[in-house]
T-cell receptor, first 113, second 111 residues
Framework: EPEVTQTPSHQVTQMGQEVILRCVPI?????FYWYRQILGQKVEFLVS????????KSEIFDDQFSVERPDGSNFTLKIRSTKLEDSAMYFC???????????FGPGTRLTVL | QKEVEQDPGPLSVPEGAIVSLNCTYSNSAFQYFMWYRQYSRKGPELLMY????GNKEDGRFTAQVDKSSKYISLFIRDSQPSDSATYLCAMSASSASKIIFGSGTRLSIRP
């Protein structure tokens, strides 16, 4: 069964460093999403992406964040200058054309020291 | 008022019991309602999906949506220890829009 994959599973970085989180959505899916979950809190929407453009973004998704689909298979989330409060699980999700459900990856645990 | 409210539990029941999980919401624009299961430090896994009001059954799981009361439920029959996880209710206004999650209910099934 096709699934969303994410790398790395765990990323440790120093405050102020740039990180890139990578996702491979389900093949043929066209809609891509990033969510995050701070430990013990709700899963929160960050951004949605379709046709090489951001469709929607939350207040959390400020200028420090960017997304990119550099090729036909990867979808990345970049945090330019990480803060302690960026420590969280980051989930990528994808959705196919004409379908209603988003499928989530296993997540990348980001720890900012 | 929070957009989606869910009792965080924890909820502990004996194996074989019927489990009832619930969420309330305030945004009447929500049309799509989902239940995800999440194991510790893993990604949400879609369990049930319902459009608008009504019931949907899949094996031991039944999802109910009552839009007039802004209330959704998930029932698990013949619960198993392997059902132990956190259950997230989730909803969205359209198939393309962001999903809003509840805080999750931690469920434990005792053998």
């Amino acid at each position: 069964e096709p699934e969303v994959t994410q790398t790395p599973s765990h990323q440790v970085t120093q405050m102020g460093q740039e990180v890139i989180l990578r996702c491979v959505p389900i093949s043929n899916h066209l809609y891509f999403y990033w969510y995050r979950q701070i430990l013990g809190q709700k899963v929160e929407f960050l951004v949605s992406f379709y046709n090489n453009e951001i469709s929607e973004k939350s207040e959390i998704f400020d200028d420090q964040f960017s997304v990119e689909r550099p090729d036909g298979s990867n979808f990345t989330l970049k945090i330019r200058s990480t803060k302690l409060e960026d420590s969280a699980m980051y989930f990528c999700a994808s959705r196919g054309w004409g379908t209603d459900t988003q499928y989530f990856g296993p997540g990348t645990r980001l720890t900012v020291l | 008022q929070k957009e989606v409210e869910q009792d965080p539990g924890p909820l502990s029941v004996p194996e074989g019991a019927i489990v009832s999980l619930n969420c309330t919401y305030s945004n009447s624009a929500f049309q799509y309602f989902m239940w995800y299961r999440q194991y510790s430090r893993k990604g949400p896994e879609l369990l049930m999906y319902t459009y608008s009001s009504g019931n949907k059954e899949d094996g031991r799981f039944t999802a109910q949506v009552d839009k007039s009361s802004k209330y959704i439920s998930l029932f698990i029959r013949d619960s198993q220890p392997s059902d132990s996880a956190t259950y997230l209710c989730a909803m969205s206004a359209s198939s393309a829009s962001k999903i809003i999650f509840g805080s999750g209910t931690r469920l434990s099934i005792r053998p």
